[in-house]
């Protein structure tokens, strides 16, 4: 967010895991969560190729094709603890 520069790297992927904590009640909503843009500062900056330092930082995935098969995994352990979701019962 400093100087500007920006970094990008493409990978094929062929499985997600995402958080289905809190407010997620859907599939799409997990989704969401999981492309939102995040900000690392504090523990979590960015260490920029260009200013040679570490950085505050926005980072975001998006993905620009779907595989044929892709596969989700639902992230649902908080705590050591398992919770319900959508009526179907999660161990």
Do not use: W
Not at 3 to 25: F, N, P, Q
Not at 56 to 72: D, F, G, M, R, S
């Amino acid at each position: 967010m400093k100087c500007g520069g920006k970094s990008e790297r493409h990978e094929r992927m062929m499985d997600l895991t995402v958080e289905i904590e809190g407010d997620i009640a859907t599939l799409e909503e997990a989704l969401d969560k999981f492309t939102c843009t995040e900000v690392l500062d504090g523990e979590k900056k960015y260490k920029c190729s260009r200013c040679k330092s570490y950085e505050k930082a926005k980072k975001k995935l998006t993905l620009l094709e779907a595989p044929n098969v892709l596969t989700i995994a639902l992230k649902r352990f908080q705590s050591g603890n398992f919770f319900f979701r959508c009526g179907v019962k999660f161990m």
